[in-house]
């Protein structure tokens, strides 16, 4: 079954992230994503992600589509215009990529290439209206297509750390909605029953919520991101956990594992995020008795 007909069944789906090369050796990525075929529903490929320049997300892509699976990858305001942007779409759709993200990318400044021009012609609510538009088969301008792309089109909600600030992301999700996202992807998820106090509030748009499982891969990155991180919600119980585990490197597989089982009585999806430790997924996968 197709990631959209899960979708639109109600019907549990499960999402790992894998990132393009920095180069052109692929030969990782596709490995990875052959150790995970027929246990998740769909890659997602980030494009360019925390500003690092990668090869593109289209190109991963339709990696995977070869790979006989389904792809799901990122579109960012930042780095493309609008003439850029819809030639990538119509691009994905020939390559066989029907699913899209639509994203805030990294600020510049945390990347590799600090001095690249931002562009920033479209904000997320206008690309995902873009991307409408071309389903209807007109373009930003109102030109007519010679021939039309489907798609099933996805946003994210934005980092909250209380209660205001959740309702001025909700806000900006509503308009992400309206113009046409399908699904909603939150941030990473490491306190469930927390999570599961402001799920209320995001499940009233009636869009599928998948969530965001991120591999905290040391003790020191827990403890960064529960300083650093707003929202996270990574308790001293957790970070405790870690630094007393015989073996810390699967104890945090083990969390990733057991937070993605806990989420599946509540979402109707998840994204795992390992940040470089692809290779790791199959274990998370079984852990979470996927």
């Not at 789906?13 to 995970?36: D, W």
């Not at 609008?82 to 390559?95: C, E, K, P, T």
């Not at 015989?246 to 009585?265: H, N, S, V």
Request: glycine share 8%.
């Amino acid at each position: 079954m197709s990631f959209q007909r899960r979708l639109t069944s109600g019907e549990f789906v499960v999402l790992a992230e894998m990132n393009t090369p920095k180069g052109v050796n692929v030969s990782a990525l596709v490995a990875n994503a052959r150790k995970i075929k027929g246990r998740v529903d769909a890659v997602i490929v980030p494009d360019m992600d925390n500003g690092v320049m990668r090869m593109s997300a289209l190109a991963g892509g339709a990696l995977i589509h070869q790979q006989g699976m389904e792809a799901i990858i990122h579109l960012y305001c930042r780095d493309r215009n609008r003439m850029a942007l819809q030639g990538d779409v119509l691009a994905a759709n020939f390559l066989g990529i029907q699913n899209l993200l639509v994203v805030s990318g990294e600020e510049m400044a945390n990347g590799d290439h600090r001095d690249a021009a931002v562009v920033n012609d479209l904000d997320e609510v206008e690309l995902i209206g873009a991307i409408k538009a071309l389903q209807n088969g007109v373009d930003m301008s109102g030109f007519s297509l010679d021939g039309t792309p489907e798609f099933t089109t996805g946003c994210t909600l934005g980092a909250f750390a209380d209660e205001k600030t959740l309702d001025a992301e909700l806000a900006d999700l509503e308009k992400k909605v309206a113009a046409g996202a399908s699904f909603v992807v939150t941030p990473p998820v490491f306190d469930v029953e927390r999570f599961a106090a402001s799920l209320e509030k995001i499940a009233a748009l009636n869009v599928p919520v998948i969530a965001s499982v991120f591999l905290l891969k040391s003790v020191g990155i827990a403890r960064y991101m529960s300083l650093n991180e707003p929202g996270a919600h990574i308790s001293e119980e957790m970070i405790k956990r870690i630094r007393k585990a015989p073996d810390r490197e699967m104890e945090c597989l083990r969390i990733a594992g057991e937070t993605i089982a806990q989420l599946k009585k509540r979402v109707q999806g998840v994204k795992i995020e390992t940040q470089g430790w692809e290779h790791k997924l199959p274990t998370i996968l079984g852990f979470a008795g996927l």
